[in-house]
């Protein structure tokens, strides 16, 4: 079965400083994997996708994330974070069935950005 | 930019009263989504809907629930009979397909189900 695990619920950066937020994935097949985020009282917004192209995938806002099927991670990275991205962030995985598909999230890890 | 958009932003509702949760997919789209988040817990998958029917729905998408494609444009989520533990962020989303490029599912912004 499809799985992902956020392995940090908080994470907590100054204005400036680099950010990272881990994602370790189970999957039976070669994955679909995602990133989205969610600011208060928003929607679920996509940063970026990973879809078996390029390890290495550029998002929204100078996010991004590098698949790693030796270590089964997608950690998503961000050089220098804004106060603007404080937020909730969800690493998500593509689970298929029957030629269709259900997003699997995980638990999610919120981002605090301080001054 | 097209987006999906939810009406209504947050209902509210006592218990064993009947709820109708609208969604205006992506007009290209023709694959349709709801998940739900209940406050605090993860953002979980309720179904999956194409060409008229439900091609996918999980274990909490009991009889109580029901969705609809009343026209061109809406979708819905009934909820027959709410309960307390219903309470919940319902998110529609809506794909082109469910392949490649075209799996990107795209979210509207969500409806607080308020259940008292």
């Known amino acids: 079965a499809q799985s992902v695990t956020q392995l940090d619920s908080h994470v907590s950066v100054s204005e400036g400083t680099p950010v990272l937020l881990r994602c370790n994935y189970s999957?039976?097949?070669?994955?679909?994997l995602f990133w989205y985020v969610q600011h208060p009282n928003k929607g679920l917004q996509l940063l970026l996708k990973y879809t078996s192209a390029a390890t290495l995938v550029k998002g929204i806002n100078g996010f991004e994330a590098e698949f790693k099927k030796s270590e089964t991670s997608f950690h998503l990275t961000k050089p220098s974070a804004h106060m603007s991205d404080a937020a909730e962030y969800f690493c998500v995985v593509i689970a298929f069935s029957g030629g269709y598909n259900k997003l699997i999230f995980g638990a999610g890890t919120r981002l605090a950005v301080h001054p | 930019e097209p987006e999906v958009t939810q009406t209504p932003s947050h209902q509210v509702t006592q218990m064993g009263q009947e709820v109708i949760l609208r969604c205006v997919p992506i007009?290209?789209?023709?694959?349709f989504y709801w998940y739900r988040q209940i406050l605090g817990q993860k953002v979980e998958f309720l179904v999956s809907?194409?060409?008229?029917?439900?091609?996918?729905k999980s274990e909490i998408f009991d009889d109580q629930f029901s969705v609809e494609r009343p026209d061109g444009s809406n979708f819905t989520l009934k909820i027959r009979s709410t309960k307390l533990e219903d309470s919940a962020m319902y998110f529609c989303?809506?794909?082109?397909?469910?392949?490649?490029?075209?799996?990107?599912?795209?979210f509207g912004p969500g409806t607080r189900l308020t259940v008292l």
């Open positions: 007009s290209n789209h023709l694959y």
């Open positions: 999957s039976s097949y070669s994955p679909s």
């Open positions: 809907f194409y060409n008229n029917e439900i091609s996918e």
């Open positions: 989303a809506s794909s082109a397909g469910t392949a490649g490029y075209y799996n990107e599912q795209f």
